[in-house]
Every structure is written in structure tokens, then in C-alpha cells.
């Protein structure tokens, strides 16, 4: 039997997939004590049942990855089949390498600690990195909030358009965003001189009098994102979307998104994103249906890959 059960991180998402399987919400009882640990119980019976646990890993990162890890413990100890966690933002996913001598590679930490937990499977979203795939020992379906964006930017039926990329490193989804839209491409040179601080250079392609969408995993201080719109309108932009995955939105991020020159702001809810965090122009776009026909898939031993062609 499938049974899907949610932690504290993003239960109304947890809700929202429940509803399109058409199953109910499992029964947990989450507690915190007052010195900061976490208590969880699995209040209903699993013996042999594929389970599911939804919980992205944002802020509060540690606190939400602990409360994942006890959850599939107490899930392991009750007998379920199988655990897949559901993790559709992924935290610690930008540590992926060394990149300086003497640090982790704390996204390979928390794989570490989801696998030897007891997961049997990971189901997450947009990851960060690709090669996180690689950090596991066990099978990682990994999910793509594209189609859901694309067909919400192909219903605007936006002419003149160029899908631009904030770095290099994105230009490959940029590029896939491109391919889809029939638009153009443009990526921005620039240069980060310290974490969550970044300088644009320049645009490498043609923007002047173009609708541009800048695509992004995700929105985190949105310092770089935010520039970037500066860059394309100094650049003569004829209007500027702002598109990513996941909106993490900490530090500053509204103020910088109520400066951006963005007529939106589409973001999917892999993340909570309260009305204190919210901007007039954004709009959340729900992956709830996706994530469903991905555990519904997996649940049924069928392909994952083939929702993506």
C-alpha cells in the first residue's frame, strides 16, 4: 500500500500531492522540546507498506534534515517496505566540492545520512548540482520543475523572446528553456568575489528591445538575479521575467525583489514562501501534480524519465 506522510518543513504541498493521489495524508505527531530537540511518532500502522516522506530541506536546513532522518528511522523500526524521502528542495545542495582546502563536502554529508538512515530511495527536485545524484548509493529520481514553468510562460504567448541565463553555469537550462519556448538565447558574464555577493560584467547576446525570462534553480538573497535584471533593462529589455525553482528568499530577498525591474517573479512551491516573503509580482506555480505522477510511478515499478520527454 502507498501511504504518504509529510514532516513540518512544507506540509501543505505534502497536502496538495495527498489530494491529487487521492489518498489521505498519513498520521505523524511532531513535537520540539524546549532544549531544541525533536521528538516524532509514526501514529498510524506500516508494516509493509512503500512510504513516502515529504520534507524539503530548507530553512530551518538542520532542523528539517533532522526531523527527516528520525522520520525514516521510525519508519525503518515499524517495518515499511520502502522509504523514499521526498525532497523537493534540497539543503546543503550548493557545498557539492571543495572549492578552498579544509572544507566539507557537506551535501555529500547529508546524502551520507540519508542513505545509512534507511532510505531506500531519494525523490527530489532541480537539484543544485547534478553529480549529487552521485553522492547516494541509492536510486535518486531526479525532477524537473521546467515543464511546469514553460507551459505557464508558452500560455503568455510572448513574442521577441530570449531566455536568459544569470551565470554560465546555468546556460544549459537556459538553453533547454530556449529550445522549448522557440525563443533566443543570452547568458550574463559576471563575477562573484565572495558567497551571495556577485558583480555583473556583461551580456553575451542580443537583448535590446526583447521580453526576457532569466532562469535560475533558485532565488536565495536574489543579489545576483537581481542585477541581472538591472543588467538586461540598462541593456534595453522590453520587459524582464524572473523564473527559478526554488524560492529559498532569505537575508534581503524582497527588498531586492521589490527593486528588481521584473514585471514577475515565478517561483514553484518546493519551499514555503509565507506573505511576509511575497512581492505584488510573484506568482507560485504548484509542482503538487508532477511530484504525485512521480511517486505514483515509482510506487508502480514505471518509468520517471519518460514524464521528462
Not at 505534502?14 to 505527531?29: F, P, Q
Not at 512581492?279 to 511517486?295: D, G, Q, R
Amino acid at each position: 500500500m502507498l501511504k504518504l506522510f509529510s514532516g513540518s518543513a512544507h506540509e501543505e504541498l505534502a497536502r496538495l500531492i495527498a489530494s491529487h493521489l487521492e489518498i489521505e495524508l498519513g498520521k505523524v505527531e511532531l513535537k520540539k522540546f524546549s532544549d531544541g530537540e525533536l521528538s516524532v511518532k509514526i501514529a498510524e500502522n506500516v508494516r509493509g507498506d512503500d512510504v513516502f516522506v515529504v520534507q524539503p530541506t530548507g530553512y530551518p536546513a538542520n532542523d528539517n534534515i533532522m526531523q527527516l532522518l528520525l522520520m525514516i528511522d521510525a519508519l525503518k523500526r515499524a517495518s515499511a517496505r520502502r522509504i523514499t524521502a521526498v525532497i523537493p528542495y534540497y539543503g546543503y545542495g550548493r557545498q557539492d566540492r571543495k572549492v578552498e582546502p579544509r572544507v566539507p563536502i557537506s551535501a555529500k554529508v547529508v546524502a551520507s545520512l540519508i542513505e545509512n538512515i534507511g532510505a531506500h530511495r531519494v525523490l527530489s527536485m532541480d537539484l543544485h548540482a547534478d553529480q549529487i545524484q552521485g553522492f547516494f548509493d541509492i536510486p535518486v529520481d531526479h525532477l524537473f520543475a521546467a515543464p511546469v514553468m514553460i507551459e505557464y510562460f508558452r500560455k503568455k504567448k510572448l513574442d521577441n523572446l530570449v531566455i536568459v541565463s544569470p551565470d554560465s553555469g546555468g546556460a544549459e537550462r537556459a538553453r533547454f528553456f530556449a529550445k522549448q519556448l522557440h525563443a533566443g538565447l543570452a547568458i550574463i558574464d559576471k563575477r562573484r568575489p565572495k558567497a551571495n555577493v556577485s558583480e555583473v560584467m556583461h551580456i553575451v547576446g542580443d537583448v535590446k528591445g526583447k521580453n526576457c525570462i532569466v532562469v535560475d534553480d533558485m532565488i536565495d538573497t536574489a543579489g545576483t538575479i537581481c542585477k541581472a535584471a538591472r543588467a538586461l533593462k540598462e541593456n534595453g529589455a522590453n520587459s524582464i521575467y524572473i523564473a527559478a525553482t526554488h524560492g529559498v528568499l532569505s537575508g534581503a530577498a524582497k527588498e531586492n525583489l521589490l527593486a528588481a525591474p521584473a514585471d514577475e517573479i515565478v517561483l514553484a512551491n518546493t519551499l514555503p514562501i509565507h506573505e511576509e516573503k511575497r512581492t505584488p509580482n510573484m506568482v507560485i506555480l504548484s509542482i503538487a501534480p508532477l511530484m504525485a505522477e512521480a511517486i505514483r510511478r515509482i510506487h508502480e515499478e514505471r518509468s520517471v524519465s519518460s514524464l521528462f520527454i
